[in-house]
């Protein structure tokens, strides 16, 4: 009776570990040539002003074919930002609001990657900028896989909109009119494109 009990132990021990080993965990990093971050505020209550982060990187592991276990990095760099005028980029660095020197980098680590069905996933994770981190949701749209020469390559598309006033970039002005000179709400896409890493 012992070593049936301890045959089937052994048994089961096997079988974990051999569903272990087909678990395997597939490795991406971001494909910066083919991806972009942007962003757009309201300015002056009556117009959009767009701008991107030109220097970026991120990585996703999944041992899951539908990413519902990915574990998911996202990192820019905050004096990389760029809305095609020198002085308010200047500005955007300075203290009122990113303080790229003494925060040099905007994270993001992903807690939940939540499948909605089709091809759509809700995105939450721990969002960093300056010394404060609050909780974001994206929506996520995710592109397929494909196969080429140069390896796989997997396409996400991430929207979310962050109050700014939360990570403390609190500069504005009042008009005469109503309203402030910089909208409180940012609208955020990434356009993500990953190489799977071998």
Excluded: C
């Excluded at 020198?86 to 660095?93: A, G, W």
């Excluded at 807690?111 to 996520?140: A, E, H, S």
């Amino acid at each position: 009776m012992q070593k049936t009990i301890f045959g089937l132990f052994l048994l089961t021990a096997s079988l974990a570990g051999n569903t272990t080993a087909l678990a395997q965990v597939t490795k991406w990093t971001v494909d910066k040539t083919h991806s972009n971050t942007k962003f757009t505020v309201t300015h002056m209550a009556i117009s959009e002003v767009d701008g991107s982060f030109r220097n970026f990187d991120g990585s996703l592991e999944s041992g899951k074919p539908d990413f519902s276990d990915a574990k998911i990095q996202f990192s820019i760099e905050a004096a990389s930002i760029n809305t095609d005028n020198e002085n308010r980029d200047n500005h955007l660095k300075g203290d009122d609001f990113f303080n790229a020197a003494q925060f040099p980098k905007i994270t993001f680590v992903g807690t939940t990657m939540k499948p909605l069905g089709g091809n759509k996933y809700q995105l939450t994770g721990n969002m960093t900028v300056r010394d404060v981190t609050k909780t974001v949701t994206w929506d996520v749209i995710y592109g397929g896989i494909m196969s080429t020469p140069r390896g796989r390559k997997a396409g996400f598309k991430a929207k979310a909109t962050i109050n700014r006033f939360d990570y403390n970039l609190k500069w504005n002005r009042a008009l005469e009119a109503g309203g402030l000179v910089v909208g409180e709400n940012v609208d955020v896409v990434l356009n993500i494109q990953l190489n799977e890493v071998k």
